[in-house]
């Protein structure tokens, strides 16, 4: 995961048993997320399942991650050379995410052993097409997997962060540029044809 560079990451419950068990594990889990990657990463979109998740971000310049790498470690020279590389840095912040929200859950439900598929997935986003497509694919996934009927009726996206004025984490600004507007970013995601341009196979 290089400087600069969008990427959609993934993940998938590791076995047959949910990620999210209730409402206070979706908030939980994006306040984790916040502590960890707001710093390191701008995150564009999201999408929380009941088994999986979907987030896309750009990772922050070198000279940015350099900064919060230096503040992380006091400057430790030591510390920077046995790390290597601002990629592991970055990959390790959002391994901190995954275990650390595994933790808590097993402490909460007395369970034990790893909750998420290792290692968590990344691809690449390498034009504007792919980059609008993937936040179609991944506002769209609960209506894919039958949870609802409607993008707007999944809660645990940052669809309704994004078309409202609210205060945001998200790089909303950026987003609805992508998509030339707001206007034009709800008409995108309502297309009704859209979804079937949308398989998982292409992701």
């Not at 600069?4 to 590791?14: C, E, K, M």
């Not at 994004?162 to 008409?187: M, Q």
Request: charged share 25%; proline share 2%.
């Amino acid at each position: 995961m290089l400087p600069s560079q969008i990427y959609h990451i993934y993940s998938h419950a590791n076995g047959n048993e949910n990620i999210f068990r209730n409402e206070e594990n979706y908030h939980f889990f994006l306040k984790k997320y916040a502590n960890h990657v707001e710093q390191i990463a701008d995150t564009f979109a999201y999408c929380l399942m009941p088994n999986h998740f979907h987030i896309l971000v750009r990772i922050k310049s070198e000279e940015e991650l350099t900064k919060v790498w230096t503040e992380k470690f006091d400057g430790s020279t030591k510390l920077f050379e046995g790390l290597k590389t601002l990629e592991k840095l970055v990959i390790q912040e959002f391994s901190n995410v995954l275990n650390g929200y595994t933790q808590a859950l097993n402490k909460v439900f007395n369970r034990k052993g790893s909750l998420f598929m290792h290692p968590f997935k990344r691809k690449l986003i390498d034009n504007e097409t792919y980059f609008t497509r993937v936040v179609y694919y991944i506002h769209s996934n609960p209506v894919h997997h039958g949870f609802v009927k409607n993008i707007e009726d999944w809660k645990h996206s940052s669809y309704h962060s994004l078309i409202s004025n609210k205060e945001t984490k998200l790089d909303r600004n950026e987003v609805l540029k992508w998509f030339f507007g707001k206007e034009e970013f709800v008409k995108y995601h309502n297309r009704s044809d859209r979804f079937n341009q949308h398989s998982v196979e292409d992701f």
